[in-house]
């Protein structure tokens, strides 16, 4: 596997499921990203691992829970979420170091929420 | 609240053609930019980064940055119907990355 991977590419699922989703970077970055793209809106910042320090968007709300086991793997646990989290999410890396902030991204998990 | 808005498009260009792509950010102290292609259904692909004034070229494309202005641009040279996508565009500070709405292009051809 090259790049960064995620699983499942898509997900249906109730209001009241758990679920998570899975993010994997070979590209020996220090750092990861879950993003959130909703229709006609900017990509959103939910958020951010950076030499083992975590940064979140204070807007997110907590049924949104990120876990990040190590550099190279990153989830996103879901639960209870509403309609409106229908969106696709994105999970990115980078190397963080001087004057770089290149993202790179997976190829999204598209979710649907019933 | 950092913001990065774009030309919101939808922009047509026919077969050959120049197309330009623009952007202006909020915060002064934003030191990279980049620009994303995403086609409909996937992801955002990295295709242009610049960090200092002037332009860069890649290929068909020319990315040019104005730091005074605030201001970022994308042409793309000789426009082919597979450059038909939406460009982000993205603006770092504090490491992390703001992105445009994005521009919306098609091609004629």
């Known amino acids: 596997e090259t790049g960064v991977t995620q699983t499942p590419r898509h997900l249906v699922m109730g209001m009241t499921n758990k679920k998570s989703l899975k993010c994997e970077q070979h590209?020996?970055?220090?750092?990861m990203y879950w993003y959130k793209q909703s229709a006609k809106k900017p990509l959103e910042l939910m958020f951010v691992?950076?030499?083992?320090?975590?940064?979140e968007n204070n807007s997110v709300p907590s049924r949104f829970s990120p876990e990040c086991p190590n550099s190279s793997h990153l989830f996103l646990h879901l639960h209870t979420l509403q309609p409106e989290d229908s969106a696709l999410y994105l999970c990115?890396?980078?190397?963080?170091?001087?004057?770089?902030?290149?993202?790179?991204f997976g190829p999204g998990t598209r979710l649907t929420v019933t | 609240q950092k913001e990065v808005e774009q030309n919101s498009g939808p922009l047509s260009v026919p077969e050959g053609a120049i197309a330009s792509l623009n952007c202006t950010y909020s915060?002064?102290?934003?030191?990279?930019f980049f620009w994303y292609r995403q086609y409909s259904g996937k992801s955002p692909e990295l295709i242009m980064s610049?960090?200092?004034?002037g332009d860069k070229e890649d290929g068909r494309f020319t990315a040019q940055l104005n730091k005074a202005s605030q201001y970022v641009s994308l042409l793309i040279r000789d426009s082919q119907p597979s450059d038909s996508a939406t460009y982000l565009c993205?603006?770092?500070?504090?490491?992390?990355?703001?992105f445009g709405s994005g521009t919306q292009l098609t091609v004629l051809p």
């Open positions: 990115a890396s980078s190397q963080v170091a001087s004057g770089s902030y290149e993202q790179y």
């Open positions: 590209l020996g970055h220090n750092a």
């Open positions: 691992y950076s030499l083992e320090e975590r940064v």
């Open positions: 915060d002064r102290g934003s030191q990279s």
């Open positions: 610049i960090y200092s004034n």
């Open positions: 993205a603006v770092a500070s504090a490491r992390q990355l703001t």
